[in-house]
């Protein structure tokens, strides 16, 4: 019976529900989680033996560039990458090519293969939303959605300046529906705007910026309050401003600082599942890659960690999370809606550079890299990135991420997890790189290995409690989509220090199973389903809808496109999931 297995005696770990490495047994039905299998279902069930193995809810990526223009523009600025990296053609799958920045099918495929089933695009500006979404519907077997990029939009600036919160709402709204998005990216607020004119914003958060006069601190409360009036499955995902630049980290916490204020309201229609923890949010901002943003020092010559300033921040603080966007070295891509720090960077390296702007809405700017261990700099990074997980308290504030792939490619999560799941592991990296590493930062000083439990924590339940999708993913709770990883390793025999065991066990699943499918097994695709498409469409009044899009239609005449052509049509989304928003009570409905 296809969806329907039973996954026999294998270690669970599943934190949404406290359960930290018991012997169950787990269940799925017609490609959902059930508490049992009875008669016929139970005699036609796929039987999968876990017995001695690690098993997790399938894994969520909440941060990653995985589709669109600027990835697009990462494979074609890099063919190094695709000559070197081959994938060939299987008997259900296709070729494929790449390393830092893989074709669609080979994302798909890798990520299957290392037990992701669930990967979020963390960067979708509204006029590339099109492209955004071929290239998602293209990717195999993952179920996605893309955060719509609006900290540097034109009529979000214009309505916050005005003090217009409700219509700047209301156009958020209509951008998320209008472009099949599922939460609010902001990157370098106000800082983009003013690269159209050749500047970034200061370290101030208080400068204005060019024509609109609007404040970095403007817009990022104002964005919170946005997205907290409408009740979004997530909440905004911050990119803060002065990122990459020696000393970032102390603006990064000035920015967590401003929506401490706002009240987290998640107003989803949804069935939310009796999890152990509340499987709903409860942070008023996600930072965005905070390794990039930890920066201490005041130059490149006395660069350190500036990673304690955020971390004591976050621990002392209840809403914030964070994804670290960890250097784990080697060659990466960096790409971001950021484009004057991506300049900055070319200026720094010289290498090969790309630059963009997105009239109204955002920019952009890509450039190849590569992270070396001989650098004193990359060297820093790679244990700033590590101390961020490691010295936060409550895992539930954290997120593991290479910002794929800005920090490295997602492919080397499983060297991350074993370089915070083993001290061995960081001591022997140490040992190798620039000493810059240990002398300016503090991770040489921190003891603290994760266990599983941790790591199911930062790959899977708080990915999916953080954007608002445990509803139906990160827990393996009856009627959770029935997304499972089993991985080849006995957690009772698990030895920190033989840490390439912890990195061979989470690059080649034993079995990814989606929605009760196999679709990867020991490092081989198995299946190739498609994926679902996740957005939001939250709800503001009518009335106020029309009032704003008037002010749309008014100003779209600054764009290089008709009106018409800016929706992204259904036909562009693959299995369609969206998920109603700040819908209005059936009573107050005029009919
Ligand atoms: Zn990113």
Redesign the pocket.
């Known amino acids: 019976m296809p969806g329907t297995m039973v996954i026999r005696n294998g270690y669970v770990f599943d934190p949404l529900n406290e359960i930290d490495g018991e012997i169950k047994d787990i269940f799925i039905k017609d490609g959902k989680i059930v508490d049992d299998l009875k008669g016929n279902s139970l005699r036609d069930a796929k039987v999968i033996d876990a017995m001695g193995k690690t098993v997790m809810p399938g894994g969520v990526d909440s941060?990653?560039?995985v589709a669109g223009a600027k990835v697009n523009g990462g494979r074609m600025m890099c063919p190094e990458d695709r000559y070197k990296w081959v994938t060939k053609k299987g008997e259900i799958t296709h070729s494929g090519s790449g390393n830092t920045v893989p074709s669609v099918y080979v994302q798909g495929y890798d990520y299957a293969k290392m037990g992701y089933t669930t990967v979020f695009e963390?960067?979708m500006p509204p006029m590339e939303a099109r492209h955004t979404h071929e290239e998602m519907r293209s990717t195999p077997i993952l179920d996605m959605g893309a955060y719509l990029v609006l900290g540097n939009n034109w009529f979000i600036m214009r309505y916050l300046k005005e003090g217009n919160i409700e219509k700047a709402a209301a156009y958020a709204a209509w951008m998320m529906k209008t472009h099949k998005a599922y939460g609010i990216k902001c990157v370098n607020p106000a800082g983009v705007e003013n690269w159209g004119w050749g500047v970034d914003v200061t370290e101030s958060l208080d400068e204005p910026n060019i024509h609109f006069g609007i404040t970095p601190r403007e817009i990022i409360h104002g964005l919170t309050e946005i997205n907290e009036l409408l009740g979004m499955p997530m909440s905004v995902h911050l990119?803060a401003n002065n990122l990459g630049n020696p000393g970032c980290w102390e603006v990064t916490k000035n920015s967590l600082e401003i929506p401490r204020d706002v009240k987290v309201k998640c107003n989803m229609d949804v069935e939310w599942p009796k999890t152990k923890i509340d499987p709903q949010r409860n942070q008023s901002v996600y930072l965005?890659?905070a390794q990039f943003n930890s920066f201490g020092g005041t130059s490149w010559r006395d660069f350190e960690s500036g990673a304690k300033g955020i971390v004591d921040y976050v621990n002392k603080t209840d809403h914030v999370v964070i994804d670290n966007?960890a250097v784990p070295f080697g060659p990466a891509t960096v790409?971001?809606g950021d484009g004057p720090a991506i300049h900055h960077l070319y200026k720094l390296t010289g290498n090969k550079w790309s630059n963009k702007d997105v009239e109204l809405e955002c920019g952009s700017g890509i450039l190849s890299f590569n992270y070396m261990k001989a650098n004193p700099v990359h060297s820093a990074q790679w244990a700033i990135g590590l101390e961020l997980l490691l010295l936060v308290n409550d895992p539930w504030k954290t997120i593991l991420?290479t910002?794929?792939p800005?920090g490295g490619p997602f492919t080397k999560y499983p060297q991350i997890i074993a370089w915070i799941m083993s001290q061995k592991a960081r001591e022997d990296t140490f040992a190798e790189c620039h000493k810059w590493a240990q002398d300016r930062s503090s991770l040489g000083g921190c003891d603290r290995e994760m266990t599983l439990y941790d790591i199911a924590i930062l790959t899977r339940a708080n990915p999916a409690r953080t954007v608002g999708i445990a509803h139906r993913k990160g827990h393996l709770t009856a009627g959770a989509d029935g997304d499972v990883t089993i991985y080849d390793f006995d957690p009772t025999k698990l030895e920190a220090n033989n840490y390439t065991n912890i990195i061979k066990g989470f690059q080649n699943a034993a079995f990814t199973i989606k929605d009760g499918e196999v679709v990867a097994q020991n490092g081989q695709i198995i299946s190739v389903p498609k994926g679902r498409t996740f957005f939001s469409e939250p709800h503001m009044g009518d009335g106020l809808e029309k009032e704003m899009l008037k002010d749309v239609k008014e100003w779209f005449k600054y764009y290089t496109l008709g009106f018409a052509n800016y929706p992204v049509p259904d036909k562009y989304i693959r299995n369609p999931s969206p998920v109603q928003v700040n819908k209005p009570l059936e009573s107050i409905v005029v009919r």
Request: aromatic share 0%.
């Open positions: 941060h990653s560039h963390a960067a990119h965005a890659h966007g790409m971001t991420t910002d794929h800005n």
